[in-house]
């Protein structure tokens, strides 16, 4: 009998959606983002998924002298492959939102795989009394966003990036996000194995259902065959059960705070290791091993710790 691959982790710690009055729990300081990233690798991730925010009032940034500050703490304290986003903002370019991939030169960076409609804006009325002043209207205006990665914005991260030689999470919000990965392949911009997160239940993108992952999971097994590696990431309450499905279609499964507030319905989650150990128990409890660090950095063909930029 085959024996089952291990299975990788990645916590993403605080993203760019929530704000820091939907929960307590939710980093948003420099120490805070930096003390729950090693928590969360001490807990079981191998990967820790990292955006940056203003240091007083919980605003996403992908301002360098935000990452600044946390991003050698964590290096110092854990083995976790470190992942920077390049979405980070709904509304800037996108060279602004790869300066932080290019500076810090990680070994793995998220790359959305197409332009989108994003929103989150009914979260807005969920909420009376804000903590800080741009909460509210960043909130409610996301209707009117859209998400740009035009294929020259992916080239331009492809290329710009490409000497620092980072493996990308290819966030696939949508079959057609495949066929636009299958492309940029073929293009030579991505190399195999490539590492692809599939994303349910973002407003603007597929729906959390099983048949969902299972329909995106073959599409995917036909367009790049044995090329690549695959996760799953299930936005607020499809976060558990569908990392869940995943782990024992031979996957690898993405939790964190970025994704949703709770741990379990009506539960608001204490921290991003609280997450982790839960899904570790979860995967563990039904006969797979959790991926070290080393191991995932083998099985995604990382560049290694020691060669990254901070």
């Given at each position: 009998m085959a024996k089952k691959p291990k299975t990788i982790i990645t916590c993403a710690v605080t993203g760019a959606i929530h704000t820091p009055t939907m929960s307590d729990g939710l980093p948003y300081t420099y120490d805070d983002i930096a003390q729950q990233a090693v928590d969360a690798a001490e807990a079981g991730a191998s990967i820790l998924h990292l955006h940056a925010r203003d240091n007083q009032t919980g605003a996403p940034s992908v301002d360098v002298g935000d990452f600044a500050p946390f991003l050698p703490r964590i290096k110092q304290a854990t083995d976790a492959v470190v992942n920077i986003s390049t979405g980070g903002s709904l509304t800037l370019s996108i060279q602004d939102r790869i300066t932080p991939a290019k500076t810090f030169s990680p070994e793995m960076c998220s790359m959305n795989m197409g332009s989108m409609n994003f929103s989150f804006h009914p979260l807005a009325g969920k909420y009376d009394d804000w903590k800080f002043d741009w909460e509210r209207d960043y909130v409610a205006n996301s209707d009117g966003n859209i998400f740009r990665n035009t294929f020259r914005d992916i080239k331009e991260a492809a290329d710009t990036l490409a000497p620092h030689d980072i493996k990308f999470e290819h966030e696939c919000y949508d079959v057609g996000h495949?066929?636009?990965?299958?492309?940029?392949?073929?293009?030579?911009?991505?190399?195999?194995?490539?590492?692809?997160?599939?994303?349910?239940?973002?407003?603007?993108?597929?729906?959390?259902?099983?048949?969902?992952?299972?329909?995106?999971?073959?599409?995917?097994?036909?367009?790049?065959?044995?090329?690549?590696?695959?996760?799953?990431?299930?936005?607020?309450?499809?976060?558990?059960?569908?990392?869940?499905?995943?782990?024992?279609?031979?996957?690898?499964?993405?939790?964190?705070?970025?994704?949703?507030?709770?741990?379990?319905?009506?539960?608001?989650?204490?921290?991003?290791?609280?997450?982790?150990?839960?899904?570790?128990?979860?995967?563990?409890?039904?006969?797979?091993?959790?991926?070290?660090?080393?191991?995932?950095?083998?099985?995604?063909?990382?560049?290694?710790?020691?060669?990254?930029?901070?």
């Open positions: 495949l066929y636009n990965l299958k492309f940029c392949m073929d293009i030579g911009l991505f190399k195999a194995p490539i590492f692809i997160q599939f994303i349910f239940g973002i407003l603007g993108g597929i729906g959390p259902e099983v048949d969902n992952l299972i329909f995106m999971k073959r599409t995917a097994d036909r367009l790049f065959g044995d090329d690549y590696r695959w996760s799953v990431l299930g936005a607020g309450g499809a976060q558990m059960p569908l990392a869940t499905t995943a782990s024992q279609m031979g996957g690898n499964v993405r939790v964190g705070l970025e994704d949703s507030l709770f741990i379990s319905r009506g539960q608001l989650a204490q921290s991003n290791a609280e997450q982790v150990r839960k899904i570790r128990g979860i995967v563990e409890g039904l006969g797979c091993e959790v991926a070290t660090p080393d191991e995932a950095r083998e099985i995604l063909g990382l560049k290694g710790g020691d060669k990254v930029g901070f």
